[in-house]
Antibody, heavy 116, light 112 residues
Framework: QVQLQESGPGLVKPSETLSLTCTVSGGSISGYYWSWIRQPPGRGLEWIGYNNFRGSVNYNPSLNSRVTISVDMSRGQFSLKLTSVTAADTAVYYC??????????WGPGTLVTVSS | DVVMTQSPLSLSVTLGQPASISCRSSRGLVYSDGNIFLNWFHQRPGQSPRRLIYMISNRDSGVPDRFSGSGSGTDFTLHISRVEAEDVGVYYCMQGTHWPWTFGQGTKVDIK
């Protein structure tokens, strides 16, 4: 059974960089698209972007200049970096496997709060 | 961005009764390969979303057959034939045809 688990700081200061890692277990990271999605408290879902196993990336234009998603196949992990964060970036961040068909596997999510 | 508009935003249903959620896209969702990437997710309180249906009407493994999807063009519907207590939560449609992929605002379902 494929499992995903997000990890990283739960509190980030404004203007700093948010960094999260998703560890994939129970299955190969190769052959799939790996994405990040976020959900501000009490609100809906926003697709951040993806990196596929070949290193092809695509980011939401609303975040494009601030986002980097990378894959480390040797560790079975993929990562999110979001620079110059503000309070508007406070959200539960989910990692997931999938692309146009949506996600068939999700992590449990991790709350990241942007505050000084 | 393609705007996905769900209705209703809130739905209170009697156990055992049917329910439907509508999702309308601001533009057609036919991809260049002819497929329509319209998916449905269910999120229970405090949990991550779970995909129920992909490409309009394909149920995921383990999803009860009381869930079904239909639609074409810009109008899509999630049907629940007989609502059970475990079906409470928020339902989201999502389009994967046009980048950036976008979600509807969600429909909250509870038991009357």
């Amino acid at each position: 059974q494929v499992q995903l688990q997000e990890s990283g700081p739960g509190l980030v200061k404004p203007s700093e960089t948010l960094s999260l890692t998703c560890t994939v277990s129970g299955g190969s990271i190769s052959g799939y698209y790996w994405s990040w999605i976020r959900q501000p408290p009490g609100r809906g879902l926003e697709w951040i972007g993806y990196n596929n196993f070949r290193g092809s990336v695509n980011y939401n234009p609303s975040l494009n200049s601030r986002v980097t998603i990378s894959v480390d196949m040797s560790r079975g992990q993929f990562s999110l970096k979001l620079t110059s964060v503000t309070a508007a970036d406070t959200a539960v961040y989910y990692c997931g496997r999938g692309e146009r068909l949506g996600f068939d596997y999700w992590g449990p999510g991790t709350l990241v709060t942007v505050s000084s | 961005d393609v705007v996905m508009t769900q209705s209703p935003l809130s739905l209170s249903v009697t156990l055992g009764q049917p329910a439907s959620i509508s999702c309308r896209s601001s533009r057609g969702l036919v991809y260049s390969d002819g497929n329509i990437f319209l998916n449905w997710f269910h999120q229970r309180p405090g949990q991550s979303p779970r995909r129920l249906i992909y490409m309009i009407s394909n149920r995921d493994s383990g999803v009860p057959d009381r869930f079904s999807g239909s639609g074409s063009g810009t109008d899509f519907t999630l049907h629940i034939s007989r609502v059970e207590a475990e079906d409470v939560g928020v339902y989201y449609c999502m389009q994967g045809t046009h980048w950036p992929w976008t979600f509807g605002q969600g429909t909250k379902v509870d038991i009357k």
